[in-house]
């Protein structure tokens, strides 16, 4: 190999600041940080249990989208045979009414910006 | 080095045609889908509208104000962007192949209520490259803003001009915000769906609700509701039938 | 191959220069669009489609013309097109690749632009107009690059290119077809519903592309010191003859059977097209300027001394190149709009943005173009 010097340490800058995320937060320890979001419902329970919401909200809300829009469904049946009305607007965020002190903390955290809102909109009793 | 170039190209070539074949496969009907749409199919509906011309008031707007209230149409304020889910214009406008003296004298100055037509045979879902519109099995023709790319192939073959495209954000220019109903979103294509929001819950459409004369009859196509009765039992009009695409819009003389 | 892109003299870089500039200026025109919307163009509710769509139809013609070389090379042996094949696959290329991004840049929600594939339409023209699209491009870069890879090596292509070659031959005549029905499977505008479209569409593309390779070629000779050969641009330039004495011909074939027959939906948007209607001529100047310049490049073209030389060729060219555009662009879209479905004329003038968008796809195309004329230049001159 041509240059090999120069190839290998090329190599290994590229490495370091490529992972430079990595150990900044590792040796910062901002890793730690763990977004909190508020919830303020209601009703106590949510209509799957909260690590199913939490890793799996994003499915679900397809699968609503998909229903509602395609399938002509309206009733979600939940795993514990309670029934929910499939509507963002009037079912989910009758309870998580605080977008920005719930739904936000985690998308910015994760930095992720569904476009759910540019359409549905947020109760007028919470923004 | 030349050989390594030749199998980029192939494996290139071999992932294209991957790709090209997952679609296709898609295609093949899967037997858990085929069931659930049989199963829905059951009951075989079919929504239809009539609209009395003479009995719709001359300058009454009341149908599609409250249209447009409870669906967020937003109000532009000019023509090149308009939106509009229901709209009126004239007589020989809506019915360009009707020039006929004797009619055109009777109905001179009369505005005719437009919208969708629902037609059986819709060419904006034939054209439609994403299913982002396609025809249910009651007759509407859907549209999913979710899926829509905005292409406006739909608008070019809509023979009536009942699609509006947002070519901004229409959200400022939507008066008062019906919380209960979502906007739509710049670079989507959207219509009157037949109220499906509100036949889902057993209601009739706005427009039919808030008319005042009787002028609009909405209901399904069955030989004991009052829309196919008057259908049956009168002269009625389709917006160009010729074209084959099976309005299902009535309009009664 | 490819490091022929990197050494150029200083025209070559003034040339990449000069198109990475538009192209950024067409990039920054795009970004308003990606933030406010379509709003920024000409186009309404009642003109849903402008220059964009224009465009795209007028350079899926361009890439679909490198048929008219590759025919007669590969298939009847015609050896004055030896030379300037490689430069008719590679505007292939870029055409395709221009007229790709032009759909792109009309969507409403480009970053949805999967959807196509992720749900597959049959029924949708649309869907197969993507399909052959990508294809062809595929293609043409394939033959284009090995071909001349086999060359800089002095051997000769490997026998696979073949086959790929014979197919892009019906492949180039299904890109525009497919592209004509988009329009003609319209019952709603009967400006388009036509059997005639898809042929009109390909006599046309007969003429535009190979009069724009014509004036690459003779660019090449001046400039870049490639001579393709005396008699392949004469070969050229007659297929740009007969390309557009057939325009012509069906254009006219249109006219007498709408006017003729008077069928009144169809006749509106001809003579809104032609003559201007109810006191509204936006298209009148431009279509007549696109039909005299027919006439006149068909009888420039038609006289032998004319076409052999240099430079009334390369007018006639951009005359072809103008009337073509125009024919096929602008006043074949924006007509079929007007009047709209309830009568209204609702005139179409693009914008600003909107202008300066095409001049960055433009730039793209040739920003291709000179890279890959490059590279053929490279392996020509070592």
Same mark, same amino acid.
């Given at each position: ?9 090329? +190599? ?99 930095? +992720? ?15 | ?120 045979? =819709? ?15 009651? !007759? ?9 790319? !905005? ?35 710049? !670079? ?25 004369? !009787? ?31 099976? =309005? ?6 | ?59 899926? %013609? ?96 490997? %026998? ?223």
């Amino acid at each position: 190999m041509y240059d090999s010097g120069k190839v290998i340490l090329g +190599v290994a800058v590229f490495l370091c600041l490529a992972s430079f995320p990595a150990w900044y937060n590792v040796i910062t320890s901002k890793a730690d940080y763990r977004p909190d979001p508020v919830i303020v419902v209601s009703d106590n329970q949510c209509i799957e249990s909260t690590q199913y919401m939490r890793e799996y909200h994003m499915q679900l809300l397809k699968e609503w989208r998909d229903d509602a829009v395609r399938n002509g469904k309206t009733i979600y049946t939940a795993s514990d045979n309670k029934t929910y009305e499939i509507n963002l607007t009037g079912t989910c965020l009758k309870c998580h009414s605080n977008k920005t002190e719930f739904c936000d903390t985690c998308h910015d955290f994760s930095g +992720v910006s569904p476009n759910c809102w540019d359409c549905h909109n947020i109760p007028k009793s919470g923004k | 080095m030349e050989i390594d170039r030749r199998k980029f190209l192939q494996i290139t070539g071999l992932t294209f045609l991957a790709l090209a074949a997952k679609p296709a496969f898609d295609l093949l009907p899967r037997p858990v889908a085929a069931n659930a749409s049989s199963a829905s199919q059951a009951e075989a509906k079919r929504w239809a509208m009539a609209i009395d011309i003479e009995a719709c008031k001359e300058g009454c707007t009341d149908c599609i104000t409250a249209c447009h209230r409870i669906h967020n149409v937003p109000d532009i304020g000019n023509r090149k962007e308009e939106i509009k889910w229901v709209w009126k214009d004239s007589f020989a406008n809506s019915f360009p192949e009707q020039e006929n003296r004797l009619v055109e004298s009777t109905f001179q100055g009369r505005s005719v209520l437009l919208l969708c037509n629902h037609c059986d045979n =819709p060419p904006c879902v034939r054209v439609c490259p994403t299913q982002a519109t396609w025809k249910r099995d009651d !007759g509407i023709v859907m549209m999913d803003y979710h899926r829509c790319i !905005g292409c406006r192939y739909c608008m070019a073959a809509c023979p009536y001009g009942s699609r509006s495209f947002n070519w901004k954000d229409p959200r400022p220019y939507i008066n008062e915000v019906d919380d209960s109903y979502p906007t739509r979103t710049r !670079g989507v294509v959207e219509k009157c769906d037949f109220c499906e929001e509100r036949l889902a819950r057993g209601d009739i459409p706005a427009c039919v609700e808030a008319c005042k004369y !009787g002028a609009l009859i909405f209901g399904e196509m069955k030989p004991e509701m009052e829309v196919y009765k008057v259908i049956s039992s009168n002269f009625t009009l389709r917006r160009k039938a010729e074209l084959g695409t099976q =309005p299902q819009i009535y309009y009664i003389l | 191959m490819i490091e022929y892109i990197f050494k150029g003299g200083k025209r070559y870089w003034l040339t990449i220069g000069a198109l990475a500039l538009l192209l950024m200026a067409g990039a920054v025109a795009y970004l308003m669009q990606w933030n406010t919307g379509l709003a920024i163009t000409g186009m309404s509710r009642d003109v849903s489609w402008g220059l964009y769509i224009a465009n795209f139809t007028f350079f899926v %013609g361009v890439a679909a013309s490198a048929v008219m070389l590759v025919l007669p090379y590969y298939l009847h042996n015609e050896k004055a097109f030896r030379k300037i094949i490689i430069l008719g696959e590679f505007l292939a290329v870029a055409a395709c690749m221009v007229a790709v991004t032009f759909v792109l840049v009309d969507l409403g929600q480009p970053a949805r632009v999967f959807n196509m594939f992720l749900y597959p339409t049959p029924n949708s023209i649309l869907f197969w107009d993507m399909v052959v699209l990508s294809v062809y491009l595929l293609l043409n870069i394939i033959i284009g690059w090995v071909t001349l890879d086999a060359e800089n090596k002095g051997v000769t292509p490997p %026998g696979w290119t073949k086959p790929l070659i014979i197919i892009s031959i019906p492949w180039a005549i299904s890109i525009h077809t497919v592209t004509a029905f988009i329009y003609g499977g319209l019952a709603a505008r009967p400006f388009w519903l036509t059997a005639l479209l898809a042929p009109r569409f390909l006599a046309s593309a007969f003429a535009s592309g190979p009069a724009l390779l014509i004036l690459l070629a003779l660019v090449m000779r001046r400039w870049g010191g490639f001579d393709t050969g005396e008699e392949s641009l004469d070969k050229v330039a007659k297929i740009v003859t007969y390309g557009m004495i057939t325009t012509l011909f069906f254009l006219l074939l249109e006219v007498f059977t709408i006017f003729y027959s008077q069928e009144p939906e169809a006749m509106k948007h001809f003579t809104y097209l032609l003559f201007g209607l109810d006191g509204y001529y936006g298209l009148v100047p431009w279509m007549w300027l696109s039909i005299i310049l027919m006439c006149v490049s068909i009888v420039a073209l038609l006289n032998s001394r004319w076409r052999r030389n240099p430079a009334v060729l390369s007018a006639v060219c951009i005359a072809v190149l103008i009337s073509i555009w125009i024919d096929k662009g602008l006043g074949l879209i924006i007509p079929g709009f007007i009047p709209s479905q309830s009568g209204y004329i609702f005139e179409y003038v693009p914008t600003f943005p909107e202008i300066m968008i095409v001049v960055g796809v433009w730039s793209l195309g040739g920003l291709v173009l000179a890279l890959l004329y490059k590279v053929v230049l490279g392996v020509r001159k070592s």
